[in-house]
Structure formats: C-alpha cells, structure tokens
Nanobody, 121 residues
C-alpha cells in the first residue's frame, strides 16, 4: 500500500527549530518534497530533493533557514527548520513524484496527511 506519513510537527516559539520527517512505504519516489498550507491559504511549495540528494530547491521564503534531506535506505525524508517565524505556521505535507521534471510540473504520485507546525510565543 502506497503511503506517506509525516511526523515531527508541534508548537515552537519564534526563532526555534523543528525537524519534520516523512516515511514512505509501498514504493520509492525519485523526487520528494514538502508543501505547506496556512489557514485560509492555498498549498504552497517549500522544498524538493532529488533521488541522490545532490540537487535541492527551496522556496524564496525559506531564506536559508530550512534544510531538506533524505535517506533512501530507510525510505524517509526530513525537513530541518530553523529560525522559525509565525508566518511559517501551517500544515506541512510531504509528497513524491516519478522525477524532477514531474515534480516541477506538480505531477505528484502521492501526498501525506500532513503535520501541523505552529510558531507562536
């Protein structure tokens, strides 16, 4: 059964850090990444990573604060988020695609259920 499960969300103060994880089962994805959706907003791209991990891409708003990584042996992906801001509050989703181009075209094979990140003092 194809499944993506996110974990690691929670409540953190501004300037704090969180590490999100995504565990995949049922298959592997050439390209994986993260999106997020804030209340009342659409789902937006956060970061993506190639199969080998040598190529990554981040949304402009990340500004060097987040680091995406993956472990193909464990079939997992992570997003280390540092210097979090209140505007980072959102549900974070992991997803995967068959390739880099497919990911850029938003041709996703699967989505997780999301994990809530709340940045507040």
């Amino acid at each position: 059964q194809l499944q993506l499960v996110e974990s690691g969300g929670g409540l953190v103060q501004p300037g704090g850090s969180l590490r999100l994880s995504c565990a995949a089962s049922g298959r592997t994805f050439n390209t994986m990444g993260w999106f997020r959706q804030a209340p009342g907003a659409g789902r937006e791209f956060v970061a993506m990573i190639s199969w080998t991990g040598s190529t990554t891409n981040y949304a402009n708003f990340v500004e060097g604060r987040f680091v995406i990584s993956r472990d193909n042996v464990k079939n997992t992906m992570s997003l280390q988020m540092n210097d979090l801001k209140p505007e980072d509050t959102a549900v974070y989703y992991c997803n995967g695609a068959a390739g880099w181009s497919q990911y850029q075209r938003r041709e996703f094979d699967s989505w997780g259920q999301g994990t809530q990140v709340t940045v507040s003092s």
